[in-house]
């Protein structure tokens, strides 16, 4: 017998979309987990993509209002991909009707948001998860238990950095993104909740940092309606405005168990285009992953290999989860499947009634680390990490 889970989805853009796809595919890839997603109802102000989520996703029904899609008692899961701006409001109601909650990151527009978000979770005791998504590609999964089996060894060195190409484009509109006063901080919340995320994953707490940012383009053409999500472009000539947060940000980390580090986070870099990466070594091996090349893991592992140097590994059904997305052996996973594993591993943890992870205690985990560097952008000094959970 499969556990039935009404979602109501808030803002049906790319994320609202990814999500819902998700859902969908749950019973197909995982029949066995009995989990069975209910799209019962989606908000969003586009009506045209109510329209599109209730044709061509078969939500049940679709609003306007976010507020409706709390109310309803068919709604066991709200689900919270709208702009960041949005998060606090719709989850703490949403928390105060003692609906489980999955949101986005950054769970909060800003660092203290977070924790009150936290806070108001854990006292409504729901469940909560959050879109730390590449902590669930397989060969992430794998490179932790590689440390928790101890084979690195001890933990020494952590480089880990999320460089996208969305915003290196000058014509790229000014979109929420881009707006202190919508998004909140720039790549602090957006890609280094990522990259902060992914270090506190597998190698613990981090003690202290120091840091700098940037806002490399500072221009951009304004939006026009009915545009202006992540790749939209405007032409030579629109009108511009100012871009009013961080484009960069860069730190060095020292982590609780003594290891060293850098995190380095850019939108507007030429290159790279979605290098969400960590390269790390310890006292016996090391391991480098890039999520561009989800389905290779460079490692080293000088005691159990025949000769000496980086070796390839490519994901195959050994691993976890992806046999039961694709069968054999490197046979590709996308940025996507990540989203499936996602889901799926967050409706278990409300079927089973237990706190989730990644859930709103890792999103004030990462809310912290982001509050000590903005300290560090004022001081221009070291900054402890120090936790921001409200009690
Ligand atoms: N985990 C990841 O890898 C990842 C990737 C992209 C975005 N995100 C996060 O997902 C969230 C959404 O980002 P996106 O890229 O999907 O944005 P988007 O702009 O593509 O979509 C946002 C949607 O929300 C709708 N919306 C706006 N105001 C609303 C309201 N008051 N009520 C209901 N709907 C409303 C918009 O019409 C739009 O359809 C953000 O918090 C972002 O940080 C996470």
Wanted: hydrophobic share 40%; charged share 25%.
């Amino acid at each position: 017998m499969s556990a039935e889970v009404g979602i109501g989805l808030i803002g049906f853009g790319w994320m609202g979309q990814a999500h819902s796809r998700a859902y969908r595919a749950i019973p197909t890839y995982y029949p066995q987990a009995g989990v069975m997603p209910h799209l019962a109802v989606v908000a969003d102000t586009d009506p045209a993509r109510v329209e599109m989520a209730k044709a061509n996703f078969g939500y049940r029904e679709g609003v306007a209002d976010w507020r409706a899609v709390i109310e309803r008692d068919d709604v066991d899961v709200v689900d919270i991909t709208a702009p960041n701006g949005l998060h606090q409001e719709i989850a703490e109601a949403a928390a105060a009707a003692g609906k489980d909650v999955f949101c986005e990151k950054p769970v909060g527009i800003d660092p203290n948001a977070t924790a009150a978000i936290e806070l108001a979770a854990r006292k409504a005791g729901v469940i909560t998860g959050t879109g730390f998504n590449y902590r669930w590609a397989p060969l992430v999964q794998y490179t932790k238990q590689l440390i928790t089996d101890g084979r690195l060894g001890e933990l020494t060195h952590y480089r880990g950095r999320f460089f996208s190409m969305y915003g290196r484009d000058r014509m790229g509109l000014l979109s929420w993104r881009f707006l202190q006063e919508e998004a909140g901080y720039g790549v602090l919340s957006d890609i280094m909740s990522h990259a902060t995320d992914m270090a506190l994953h597998l190698f613990g707490p981090i003690k202290r940092v120091v840091s700098v940012k940037e806002i490399f383009v500072k221009e951009r053409p304004m939006p026009k309606p009915g545009s202006g999500t992540h790749y939209d472009r405007g032409e030579p000539g629109d009108p511009t405005g100012t871009v009013t947060n961080e484009d960069y940000v860069g730190a060095l980390v020292e982590f609780e168990n003594g290891a060293r580090g850098t995190l380095e986070v850019d939108r507007s870099i030429f290159g790279p285009q979605s290098q969400m990466a960590y390269e790390l070594n310890g006292s016996k091996g090391a391991a480098s992953w890039d999520h561009e090349k989800l389905n290779q893991l460079q490692l080293y592992l000088p005691s159990e290999q025949p000769v000496d140097g980086f070796m390839e590994v490519l994901a195959g059904d050994a691993f976890p989860h992806q046999g039961n997305i694709v069968p054999g052996g490197g046979n590709s996973l996308g940025y996507e499947d990540l989203k499936i594993i996602e889901a799926l591993e967050f409706l278990k943890s409300v079927i089973a009634r237990k706190q989730h992870a990644p859930g709103f205690t890792d999103a004030l985990a990462v809310a912290s680390v982001a509050a000590a560097m903005v300290r560090s952008w004022e001081s221009e000094r070291w900054e402890d990490v120090v936790s921001l959970r409200l009690d």
